[in-house]
């Protein structure tokens, strides 16, 4: 079955970088696009991005660029989502889902990240 | 600020019936077929639950069903379950981006 796991909660300081993983399994890695949604605490859902796990080719959100790099690696069939010069609003749950024909069919469990000094 | 305009809550009673409006633009509700709706339960990932406006993925209740008129898309949930208390997100394509709404908390009395 169709699983995405990431990796575990996060705690940084402000000016830190944060890496988070999300490993594929269930189906062909390559053939669907990864994308990330970050979730503020008790607010909506703010999409970042995506990464297309065959080319490595990107599409960041105008408000991300410069700031946040998705990667993967396709020999462990995991993507991953960098952000850097963090801030405290950037104190979010994570997520990363398979995109198909645009809609997102599979979420990954979402990886907590608390920005604080 | 949300692309896509949802109310923030509304409520009914068991077995009542539902709706969501979620409200675009002519560029993205208006101009694609591909309108999805996610149901999020408080510290759990979004599920999808309607895809391309009124597509159900398998294993989603027939009582969930979607719609769309103009720039405005709908989710409709018939026979309110205690079990469907939950925020509710649409999600449109436009211009090779992906816009969600603000959410909407249902919330079964």
């Known amino acids: 079955q169709v699983q995405l796991v990431q990796s575990g909660a996060e705690v940084k300081k402000p000016g830190a970088s944060v890496k988070v993983s999300c490993k594929a399994s269930?189906?062909?890695?390559?053939?669907?696009?990864i994308h990330w949604v970050r979730q503020a605490p008790g607010q909506g859902l703010e999409w970042m991005g995506w990464?297309?796990?065959?080319?490595?080719?990107?599409k960041y959100v105008q408000k991300f660029q410069g700031w946040v790099t998705m990667t993967r690696d396709t020999s462990i069939n995991t993507v991953y989502m960098e952000l850097n010069r963090l801030r405290s609003d950037d104190t979010a749950v994570y997520y990363c889902?398979?995109?198909?024909?645009?809609?997102?069919?599979?979420w990954g469990q979402g990886t907590p990240v608390t920005v604080s000094s | 600020q949300s692309a896509l305009t949802q109310p923030a809550s509304v409520s009914e009673s068991p077995g009542q019936s539902i709706t969501i409006s979620c409200t675009g633009t002519?560029?993205?509700?208006?101009?694609?077929?591909?309108v999805s709706w996610y149901q999020q339960h408080p510290g759990k990932a979004p599920k999808l639950i309607i895809y391309?406006?009124?597509h159900r993925p398998s294993g989603i209740s027939h009582r969930f069903s979607g719609s769309k008129s103009g720039n405005t898309a709908s989710l409709t949930i018939s026979g309110l379950q205690a079990e469907d208390e939950a925020d509710y997100y649409c999600?449109?394509?436009?211009?090779?981006?992906?816009?969600f709404g603000g959410g909407t908390k249902l919330t079964v009395l």
């Open positions: 002519s560029s993205d509700i208006g101009d694609h077929s591909s």
């Open positions: 889902a398979r995109e198909w024909g645009w809609r997102f069919d599979f």
């Open positions: 391309d406006v009124t």
């Open positions: 269930g189906y062909s890695f390559t053939e669907y696009y």
């Open positions: 999600s449109s394509y436009s211009r090779t981006n992906t816009l």
């Open positions: 990464i297309n796990p065959n080319s490595g080719g990107t």
